[in-house]
């Protein structure tokens, strides 16, 4: 019921394209939904997050979408640039809670 | 601010010996936590602190793993003895209280242990 699942485990798109990451959780007590991105050699930085009250939020090229009754949530790259290069880690808390749980990374290549 | 600050960067140890990683969070967050990441389980949690006090240690793989945060600017995190199982990178991240649900990661050990 911990888990966050996410997939795919990498993925492959061409400049321009749109890059979508998914992720399923179980337990409906999640209420926080952050996405990191992690640059080789580096560690996990926030990148943008959302809260079930919505379901879409959208900053820049960025966007989460959330589906609460399917307990879904995706990251979309629109006009994926080789500098997002990186890899993606959705994951999720709530407020009973102080822990953030990782999904399993998704590693993603854009080429030109 | 300088962010969360790890060191070493690269370790390389025997197995059997005594390894040491340290981390100096953010000034003014009151949440330290461990992860692991290896290509098999991803990022996993293995200890955090709040106010300088374990709060769940649930994730700690066996008794040869140990954390302590003498102070709100140190913690360490200790493997002994170690085994080439434990070969990862570690990262150490704080966040400034409940309220503020970001975690800021510092660059992470990467331990090998041969």
């Known amino acids: 019921q911990q888990q966050v699942k996410q997939s795919p485990q990498s993925l492959i798109v061409q400049k321009g394209g749109i890059s979508i990451i998914n992720c399923a959780y179980e337990?409906?007590?999640?209420?926080?939904f952050p996405w990191y991105q992690q640059f080789p050699g580096k560690g996990p930085a926030l990148l943008i997050a959302?809260?079930?009250?919505?379901s879409e939020k959208k900053e820049g090229r960025f966007t989460i979408s959330f589906n609460k009754s399917a307990k879904q949530f995706s990251l979309h790259i629109m006009d994926s640039q080789p500098g997002d290069s990186a890899t993606y880690f959705c994951?999720?808390?709530?407020?009973?809670?102080?822990?953030?749980?990782f999904g399993t990374g998704t590693r993603l290549q854009v080429f030109p | 601010d300088a962010g969360v600050i790890q060191s070493p960067r690269h370790e390389v140890t025997e197995m059997g010996q005594e390894v040491t990683l340290r981390c100096k969070p953010i000034?003014?967050?009151?949440?330290l936590f461990w992860y692991r990441q290896t290509m098999m389980r991803g990022l996993e949690l293995l200890i955090y602190?709040?106010?300088?006090?374990?709060?769940?240690d649930s994730g700690m793989p066996e008794d040869r793993f140990s954390a302590k945060m003498p102070n709100a600017s140190f913690s360490t995190l200790k493997i002994q003895p170690s085994e080439p199982r434990d070969s990862a990178v570690y990262f150490c991240?704080?966040?400034?209280?409940?309220?503020?649900?970001?975690?800021?990661f510092g660059q992470g050990t990467r331990l090998t242990v041969v």
């Open positions: 991240a704080s966040r400034r209280d409940r309220t503020n649900t970001e975690a800021f």
């Open positions: 602190f709040n106010n300088n006090v374990p709060i769940d």
């Open positions: 994951a999720a808390t709530f407020g009973g809670t102080d822990k953030l749980i």
């Open positions: 959302i809260r079930p009250d919505v």
């Open positions: 337990n409906t007590a999640f209420d926080y």
């Open positions: 000034s003014g967050h009151d949440y």
